[in-house]
C-alpha cells in the first residue's frame, strides 16, 4: 500500500469505531485515537496506523483541516442515517451533553453540527462507506475498501470484527422520537420524514 497513514473519520454515532476496527484488520495496522491538538496537524500524525476521528455532533467539528491530507494520508469515511446516527450519539451522551455554561445544546445546534461532519466526509474521503450497507453487505464492503487501498481481496469472515446492527432503536425512544419530529416537521420535506420512519437505507 502507498500509504503511509490512514484516517478513518465520520459524524459522531456513524460508526466509525467498527469501520476502524475493520481496517486496522486489513491492513495490519494498530488504531490510534488522536487528540483534538493532534487533529490540527494532520501529517504530523505517526506513521503505520489507523487513525480514528469521530467529527462530534455536539460542538462544531474540531477537525476542518482536511485540505492538508497529502498523497500520504489517505481518508476512508462512514456516514449513517441520519436519525440512526444521531441518536446513537444521544444514548452515548444520555440526552446530549453538558456544554461548559451548564446547559444542553440546541436539537438544531446538535443536527447543523452533524450536517457539517457528514459533509466533510462525504467530500474529502477516498471512500465513503455506509453504515447501513457495510451491515446488509459486509464481504462487498470488505472488498470494496480492499480495492481503494490497494491491499490484498480479503472477506468479512477473514477478519476478527463482529458488525451489530443496531439502527431502528431510536423508534422506541419517545423522549428523542419527539425531538427528531419536532425537528424534521420544522426544517425538512414530509417526503424526508417519511424516509426516516421507514428506518435504515442501505
Known amino acids: 500500500m502507498k500509504y503511509k497513514r490512514v484516517i478513518v473519520a465520520g459524524p459522531e454515532g456513524s460508526g466509525t469505531n467498527i469501520l476502524t476496527d475493520v481496517v486496522s484488520e486489513l491492513i495490519g495496522w494498530p488504531r490510534c485515537d488522536p487528540s483534538a491538538l493532534q487533529i490540527q496537524k494532520l501529517q504530523a500524525l505517526d506513521e503505520e496506523r489507523v487513525h480514528h476521528i469521530s467529527l462530534p455532533s455536539h460542538r462544531p467539528p474540531v477537525w476542518a483541516r482536511v485540505g492538508d491530507l497529502s498523497d500520504e494520508t489517505v481518508l476512508v469515511g462512514i456516514v449513517r442515517d441520519e436519525a440512526n446516527s444521531v441518536y446513537s450519539a444521544w444514548r452515548r451522551f444520555k440526552g446530549f451533553p453538558v456544554t461548559p455554561q451548564g446547559g444542553l445544546p440546541d436539537f438544531r445546534v446538535f443536527m447543523d453540527n452533524y450536517t457539517i461532519a ?85
Open 118 to 202: 457528514t459533509t466533510i466526509t462525504m467530500h474529502q474521503a477516498l471512500l465513503t462507506v455506509g453504515y447501513e450497507g457495510l451491515c446488509a453487505q459486509p464481504d462487498y464492503h470488505v472488498r470494496l475498501i480492499c480495492a481503494n487501498l490497494q491491499l490484498p481481496r480479503r472477506s468479512y469472515k477473514s477478519l476478527g470484527v463482529e458488525l451489530q446492527n443496531q439502527n431502528g432503536k431510536w423508534q422506541n425512544d419517545s423522549a428523542f422520537v419527539r425531538k427528531w419530529f419536532r425537528y424534521v416537521d420544522n426544517n425538512s420535506t414530509p417526503r424526508r420524514a417519511e424516509k426516516s420512519w421507514e428506518g435504515p437505507r442501505c
